[in-house]
């Protein structure tokens, strides 16, 4: 494996074109993405440089629509091939992998019975009536997973379905859709909820698992790493000057709206939603939802389907605005304040929370296993 | 005796997927059964919301197709609504429906599909000279150095040393259907790597207009980003130039690359022409309208029907009318009120699902009773193909000039007759052939929007109709796209604000639906009968068939749902002006000048 002092990774790199000094600077982006101070980068080189073996990977589809294996694919740092050449071996991954049928859950078998794998789960688990909405090979996704995380060293859910229950699992929950931590229970599990999860998360995650031979650091309740789910969109949100001035896009299309001021009463999320998408963006950093004029539709929290799209959430402003001095002209006065701080603790279930009480007020039908404030 | 061969999962496809196939005693297919084996239940979910969200949780139907469930979702409330959208927004919805059948026909191609005919372990075998002497040979792509080729065979023979093949563990390699030089399968090889790096710029166009890829953000009405040269926070010339970039790249790489390949790789597999036809039915709902998408004549790919090979006549479909497009459950799992005999236009379906097969974990699935997640549409009562397969067919039977010159190029590479299109290689085909003609339409689309945008006109969305106190209380109204996959259909009820009513009949669900009440299979299902497995628990046989249809089983099970079912400014930089029109390619005289940007 490392035969002329080289690793893989460099040799690779070496094939592709890429030099020592790119390769250095992205181990250098990564720890950014990371949180890490830049640093950090050295000690990321050389872990990836050392590693002769690569980590045995099972990532299941179960419930799911396939859009965090995409979202996975359009990885730029490393690459969705740097990844599964260098990083990893990918064992097993229903849209990828050559193999099919018997071949296909042989793999998946072998790589248990060897153990020291991560597993990824991407979708939820559908648990009612006999567990018959979701079957591979004949056999239930409860059973496969079960059997899969036998002896995984840590379980990695992408994506809000198998972090949260996601779509599979809103109001009505017709399939009796469950999250990975409600059938797991005896394994490190890291949630990287979004719909779908930014590539760049799964990305991190991986190398900081493979650099410092641990998941990074959770939050307690939601297991969701700091590093990616620690700040409010709103925090960090280029329009929050719009915000704190009470300028606010009133109509699609409007001079607001081509200004580029605050979404909130178009009904953004992003006051309750935790994520670094304003940070990291998307593909290549290329936008990210509001840079494009649309609102966050709080994709990263558990259960955000239950809250209608383009209804203002009902927020606490943690700063009083009269502390900003007025800047230019204004007309409108700002959101009302209550005196309520935000924590990272509770702001993540007030979406939940919202949700589903808008939801739920016109039903009068069973639960349903609804569950839509789990979380709070 | 007949002898069942099952692959499950079916992998390289979106979702769960099974296939029972019973073979002679000389493992010919006689009989082949398609089984969906995951349901989430969309439509249930959809019901009682607010139509303006539709779209985002039917767009979550499929994360490999995203996108085009948004568009049928938009269009259906649209219609429902009768909500007429501006210019700008139909000419970028266009330029983002074309974007997604790119990017899917790339990855199906390289990601998918190229593995059932490419031989990864073969390629070790490659003088890689010879491949830089074929690469060269047929295109002007440039990456083509003995040094570059070489370089990844090396990588691969260490992944191949390494004993972690990764993705790549267990295939069936060295398996006797595979027939390439070795030289072609290492081109291949070289090509599904830069595949999975180019696509990464093409769907930069989904996340200029819509924030992200997968799942972009749309809007009932209209686009959602706006358009104004003065911001920094809408669609400018900088913004423009990563669109222009965009487009030019998937032009590129279809010309010089995905389409080269195809016509390298397939006189290998000739045998593929007279294999996995089907039904030779064909459905398209058609798709690109000029302006408004009730200008039906306007289509850049036709709506209509053809049915028994015959070319000479496209018959007129109507997705209103309810006698033409009908759901049927004989071998699905759901019941119907009405029976399992009678088949239910979308806006009258209703839908209970109910299992009835074997307790997992089984061996075999009852094929003699229900069998699938997936019910079978039907179109005046036959079973259809959708897809790349029946649009370049109505394409080139409505004489495409473009579709006619791509085909008779590629029949003439093959020598092939006509009837060469009708089989997996056909399908296969077919994909690369129309994506060549959407990338020509997506420059003039690109020029189209800069036309409009000189005009002065920065609308994007229609919000006349944006607040539900202007809605009807009844309305219902059908959104139909070509999806990469195939015809989509989204048929939405609204009641007094609300959804009551969300039905989706999908490519998929078209193409792999069991066996109706007359027990006609659907396209998966014949295409596979004739096909000889050389090696029976290595079936890649029936993957090439199955593959060439691009099987998306998320979008393709899902449940119709009746109502008493359970169930700041900016400094225009001259040299990005001069950037953005000085390509290869583009008109000569320049569409834009910095004096428009000065207008307002």
Redesign the interface.
């Known amino acids: 494996m490392e035969s002329n002092g080289r690793s893989l990774v460099e040799k690779s790199l070496i094939a592709r074109g890429i030099s020592r000094r790119d390769f250095f600077k992205y181990c250098a982006l990564v720890a950014g993405t990371l949180a890490l101070p830049t640093s950090y980068g050295l000690r990321v080189a050389e872990a990836l440089e050392k590693k002769s073996e690569r980590l045995p990977v099972i990532w299941l589809e179960l419930q799911d629509c396939a859009g965090c294996s995409e979202s996975f694919t359009r990885a730029a740092k490393p690459s969705a091939a740097d990844v599964v050449l260098d990083l990893i071996s990918l064992n097993y991954h229903e849209t990828l992998m050559a193999t099919a049928g018997t071949q296909a859950e042989k793999l998946r078998e072998d790589t248990i019975k060897v153990g020291g794998y991560l597993v990824i789960v991407e979708g939820a688990i559908p648990s009612s009536e006999g567990d018959i909405y979701c079957t591979i090979g004949g056999k239930t996704a409860e059973q496969i997973l079960h059997d899969t995380v036998k002896n995984a060293v840590a379980v990695v859910s992408v994506g809000s379905c198998s972090s949260f229950g996601g779509l599979p699992k809103t109001y009505p929950n017709p399939t009796g859709a469950k999250r990975v931590m409600d059938l797991v229970k005896d394994k490190p599990i890291l949630n990287l909820p979004g719909c779908p999860v930014n590539a760049v998360n799964i990305t991190a995650t991986l190398v900081h698992f493979l650099t410092f031979g641990k998941l990074p650091a959770i939050d307690d309740k939601l297991h969701r790493p700091l590093f990616a789910y620690g700040s409010l969109i709103h925090n960090n949100c280029p329009r929050r000057g719009h915000f704190n001035r009470g300028k606010f896009v009133r109509e699609w299309g409007d001079e607001g709206h081509k200004k580029g001021w605050c979404l909130y009463k178009m009904g953004c999320k992003g006051p309750v939603t935790f994520s670094n998408c304003p940070l990291v963006k998307w593909n290549d950093s290329v936008s990210w939802p509001i840079g494009s004029g649309h609102g966050c539709i709080g994709c990263t929290e558990p259960d955000f389907w239950d809250h209608p799209l383009y209804l203002p959430v009902k927020i606490q402003e943690v700063s009083p605005p009269a502390f900003y001095p007025a800047v230019g002209v204004e007309t409108e006065k700002p959101i009302d304040a209550t005196s309520v701080a935000v924590t990272g603790a509770i702001a993540g279930a007030i979406l939940g929370a919202v949700g589903a009480a808008a939801v739920t007020k016109n039903r009068h039908s069973k639960d349903g296993n609804g569950q839509s404030s789990g979380e709070s | 005796m007949a002898q069942r061969v099952?692959?499950?999962?079916?992998?390289?496809?979106?979702?769960?997927f099974r296939i029972e196939a019973e073979m002679d005693d000389n493992n010919v297919i006689r009989r082949a059964y398609s089984s969906g084996?995951?349901?989430?239940?969309?439509e249930?979910?959809m019901r009682?919301?607010?139509p303006?969200?539709a779209w985002?949780?039917a767009q979550?139907?499929?994360?490999?197709c995203?996108t085009v469930h948004s568009f049928a979702s938009i269009r259906a409330v649209e219609d429902a609504l009768d909500i007429r959208i501006p210019r700008n927004a139909n000419l970028i919805r266009n330029i983002m429906i074309a974007q997604q059948f790119i990017h899917d026909h790339v990855?199906h191609f390289y990601?998918?599909h190229a593995?059932d005919w490419v031989d990864?372990v073969a390629a070790l075998k490659a003088d890689p000279k010879e491949t830089s002497r074929v690469a060269r040979s047929l295109s002007s792509w440039p990456k083509t150095s003995p040094a570059y080729f070489a370089?990844?065979q090396?990588?691969v023979k260490?992944?191949v040393a390494?004993g972690?093949?990764?993705?790549?563990?267990?295939?069936?390699w060295g398996h006797p259907a595979y027939k390439l030089p070795p030289e072609i399968d290492l081109l291949a090889v070289v090509h599904y790597?830069e595949a999975?790096?180019a696509?990464?710029?093409f769907?930069?166009i989904?996340?200029?207009?819509?924030?992200?890829?997968?799942?972009?953000?749309?809007?009932v009405?209209?686009v959602?980003?706006?358009?104004?040269l003065t911001?920094?926070?809408?669609l400018n010339a900088d913004t423009l130039a990563?669109i222009q970039d965009a487009i030019e790249k998937m032009h590129t790489f279809v010309y010089q690359v995905y389409l080269p390949d195809l016509l390298a790789i397939a006189p290998y597999y000739k045998e593929y022409t007279k294999l996995g036809e089907g039904l030779g039915n064909f459905l398209s709902w058609g798709e690109f309208p000029v302006d408004d998408i009730r200008n039906v004549d306007s289509y850049l790919v036709p709506r209509g029907a053809i049915l028994n090979r015959d070319l000479s006549t496209i018959h007129a479909v109507d997705p209103r009318d309810m006698g033409q497009v009908q759901e049927f459950v004989k071998h699905s799992w759901y019941d119907y009120t009405v029976g399992d005999d009678v088949g239910l236009h979308p806006w009258e379906g209703e839908t209970d699902?109910h299992?009835t097969?074997p307790?997992?974990?089984?061996?075999h699935l009852d094929i003699k009773e229900k069998y699938s997640w997936l019910k079978s549409p039907r179109w005046e009562g036959h079973p259809m193909e959708v897809g790349p397969l029946a649009r370049m067919l109505i394409l080139y039977a409505s004489g495409n000039t473009q579709a006619k010159a791509l085909v008779e190029r590629t029949l003439k590479t093959l020598d092939a007759p006509v009837e060469a299109l009708f089989s997996t290689l056909g399908r296969t085909a077919a994909r690369g052939l129309e994506s060549a003609i959407y990338v020509n339409a997506m420059r003039g689309w690109y020029n189209d929007l800069i036309e409009n945008i000189k005009t002065g006109d920065?609308?994007?969305?229609n919000?006349e109709k944006?607040e539900p106190t202007t809605w009807p209380t009844h309305a219902k109204g059908v959104g139909t796209t070509e999806a990469p996959r195939g015809s989509l259909g989204h048929w939405a009820v609204i009641d007094n604000g609300?959804i009551t009513n969300y039905q989706q009949v999908v490519p998929t669900t078209w193409n792999a639906s069991p066996e109706d009440q007359k027990g006609q299979g659907g396209a998966y299902e014949r295409s596979l009968e004739r096909t000889k497995i050389a090696i029976p628990?290595?079936?890649l046989e029936i993957?090439r068939t199955i593959h060439s249809f691009d099987p998306c089983m998320?979008c393709a099970v899902h449940?119709v749902d009746a109502n008493h079912k359970?169930?700041?400014t900016t400094t225009v930089m001259p040299s990005i002006v001069v950037q953005l029109f000085s390509k290869a390619n583009r008109p000569t005289k320049p569409i834009l000048t910095i004096g428009d940007f000065q207008r307002k």
């Open positions: 099952v692959v499950d999962p079916i992998t390289r496809i979106e979702g769960h084996t995951m349901v989430r239940g969309i249930i979910i009682d919301r607010d303006r969200d985002a949780i979550r139907t499929c994360g490999v995203t990855m990601h998918l593995l990864v370089s990844i090396n990588k260490e992944i390494s972690q093949l990764t993705i790549f563990a267990d295939g069936y790597l999975l790096d696509q990464r710029d769907v930069k989904h996340t200029v207009f819509g924030g992200k890829n997968p799942h972009p953000n749309f809007l009405g209209g959602p980003f706006p358009i104004d911001s920094d926070k809408a990563i699902l299992y097969g307790k997992p974990p089984y061996e920065y609308t994007i969305v919000t944006w609300k628990d290595q079936p993957l998320a449940m359970t169930l700041g």
